[in-house]
Nanobody, 116 residues
């Protein structure tokens, strides 16, 4: 079945950087809009950034100018480069794939903790 496998999470100090990766398996990757969501403790899951199959990107206001989403269709991988991290960026980050036919898939998530 389809699998989305996130990696790259961890503990980082405020102001630090991380790059998350999401490798997709058994999926026609190039037709999907890929996205990163996050969910902090006690909060709803929210969209962080998305990238369409023609590389149109969209960002949450809270991460604009700090995060950059990109994709490599040959590697079936989507990335998010996270700079100038803040404690409020602490959350579990989830990879999401959605097609125009409304097929939706989720990864299991990777934890990002921003703390001293």
């Amino acid at each position: 079945q389809v699998q989305l496998v996130e990696s790259g999470g961890g503990l980082v100090q405020p102001g630090g950087t991380l790059r998350l990766s999401c490798a997709a398996h058994r999926i026609t990757f190039e037709i999907y809009t890929m996205a990163w969501y996050r969910q902090a403790p006690g909060k709803q899951r929210e969209l962080v950034a998305s990238i369409t199959n023609d590389h149109y990107t969209r960002y949450a206001d809270s991460v604009k100018g700090r995060f950059t989403i990109s994709r490599d269709d040959a590697k079936k991988t989507v990335y998010v480069q996270m700079n100038s991290l803040k404690p409020e960026d602490t959350a579990v980050y989830y990879c999401n794939a959605q097609s125009s036919l409304s097929h939706v898939y989720w990864g299991k998530g990777t934890l990002v903790t921003v703390s001293l």
